[in-house]
T-cell receptor, first 108, second 114 residues
């Protein structure tokens, strides 16, 4: 099963850190963990990805547990424009299985 | 601007019409994808092209016909569609065979079949 498990929805206050969890307990050694987000009526937007180590870029941080069975996407200072559906995907070559994602709502 | 451009943004067509969706990428990628996103459903992979050769066809009905004339352009030809084919059709590109390369998506074509 190449799926990941995410909570269907989350709220976060504007200015706070948003922490989005993802479970990928059956991930194999060569599969990357990717995060994308989709704002209404747009295509998915790449955020960040990693294999084993924690990663950070200008958008977010990705924390991957040592056993690689789960990860957390962190948006350090959420803004209203971060309201979107966030997808955690396992990626090995062309095999990407998209789930329903987490609908993140940032509240003023 | 994502580097992947899809046209048209919106399309309404009857079940007997023939139309085409167009995708163009300016990122130097050599793999291109068509995805379908129906309401309340996850993204579904339809086709993958790798160096202009089709490498994936996920049991898509023949009323959807892809074409990839070069590594920068991808088309989806549509004919005799059904109302249940109404959806957001997304094009994406990436570096072939490199799972360390993210997908870059266009903003999609919102298709309505009447």
């Amino acid at each position: 099963d190449a799926k990941t498990t995410q909570p269907p929805s989350m709220d976060c206050a504007e200015g706070r850190a948003a922490n989005l969890p993802c479970n990928h307990s059956t991930i194999s050694g060569n599969e990357y963990v990717y995060w994308y987000r989709q704002i209404h009526s747009q295509g998915p937007q790449y955020i960040i990805h990693g294999l084993k180590n924690n990663e950070t870029n200008e958008m977010a941080s990705l924390i991957i547990t040592e056993d690689r069975k789960s990860s957390t996407l962190i948006l350090p200072h959420a803004t209203l424009r971060d309201t979107a559906v966030y997808y955690c995907i396992r990626h090995s070559n062309y095999q990407l299985i998209w789930g329903a994602g987490t609908k993140l709502i940032i509240k003023p | 601007e994502t580097g992947v451009t899809q046209t048209p943004r919106h399309l309404v067509m009857g079940m007997t019409n023939k139309k085409s969706l167009k995708c163009e990428q300016h990122l130097g990628h050599n793999a291109m994808y068509w995805y379908k996103q129906s309401a309340k459903k996850p993204l579904e992979l339809m086709f993958v092209y790798n160096f202009k050769e089709q490498t994936e066809n996920n049991s898509v009905p023949s009323r959807f016909s892809p074409e990839c004339p070069n590594s920068s352009h991808l088309f989806l030809h549509l004919h005799t569609l059904q109302p249940e084919d109404s959806a957001l059709y997304l094009c994406a590109s990436s570096q072939e065979g490199d799972s360390n390369s993210p997908l870059h998506f266009g903003n999609g074509t919102r298709l309505t079949v009447t």
